[in-house]
């Protein structure tokens, strides 16, 4: 099992996430039309997401973003409410742990984009909250914090697994939050 990783081109080309179990750099070469990467963001540390971390490190020797200070993974710590450059547009960082305690998103007001990672699905789907350090209250808060912050235009999510959402993103967002509305 692999996570959806994600390579935004522009001036600040970066990877979201990396995935497991497939040769990253081969897809990368077909994607990016010669560009490399300058930087890694990841969602989170579970095993689907960070499996290739060292084969792009070594590949490109490039820093990898994260929550998680202590983590292997992570060479440069980010903070809620800092704002990254990926890509051409800069991006809002997004704490939103439930599904994992180093869990963040990505929101670009400007571009109208969320990479969601593991906290929203298509389709309203969320995270599962049964693994170690999950907890679904901090999930539930982390969804209602996307619900205020993001607005109903919208225009792609981005999530760590499952399809890309480029039509009516905001309902995918709103399903999820009714989803866990009661629980």
């Known amino acids: 099992?692999?996570?959806?990783?994600?390579?935004?081109?522009?001036?600040?080309?970066?990877?979201?996430?990396?995935?497991?179990?497939?040769?990253?750099?081969?897809?990368?070469?077909?994607?990016?039309?010669?560009?490399?990467?300058?930087?890694?963001?990841?969602?989170?540390?579970?095993?689907?997401?960070?499996?290739?971390?060292?084969?792009?490190?070594?590949?490109?020797?490039?820093?990898?973003?994260?929550?998680?200070?202590?983590?292997?993974?992570?060479?440069?710590?980010?903070?809620?409410?800092?704002?990254?450059?990926?890509g051409d547009s800069t991006y809002e960082v997004w704490f939103t742990p439930g599904h994992a305690p180093d869990h963040l998103c990505l929101y670009s007001s400007t571009e109208r984009v969320l990479f969601s990672g593991d906290l929203i699905f298509p389709h309203g789907g969320v995270g599962r909250t049964d693994l170690p350090g999950c907890d679904h209250r901090d999930l539930v808060e982390s969804i209602k914090f996307v619900v205020e912050h993001v607005d109903d235009d919208l225009k792609g999510l981005f999530a760590g697994h499952g399809p890309i959402i480029e039509q009516s993103a905001y309902d995918h967002v709103l399903a999820a939050a009714r989803l866990v509305e009661h629980t």
């Open 1 to 86: 099992m692999t996570s959806n990783a994600y390579f935004v081109d522009g001036d600040t080309p970066t990877l979201i996430d990396v995935g497991a179990g497939f040769d990253i750099i081969e897809r990368i070469e077909q994607v990016s039309q010669g560009s490399i990467p300058a930087q890694v963001i990841l969602t989170h540390t579970h095993p689907d997401h960070v499996g290739n971390v060292d084969t792009v490190r070594d590949a490109f020797d490039i820093d990898v973003y994260g929550i998680d200070a202590q983590s292997r993974f992570v060479d440069t710590p980010l903070e809620h409410g800092e704002h990254v450059q990926v």
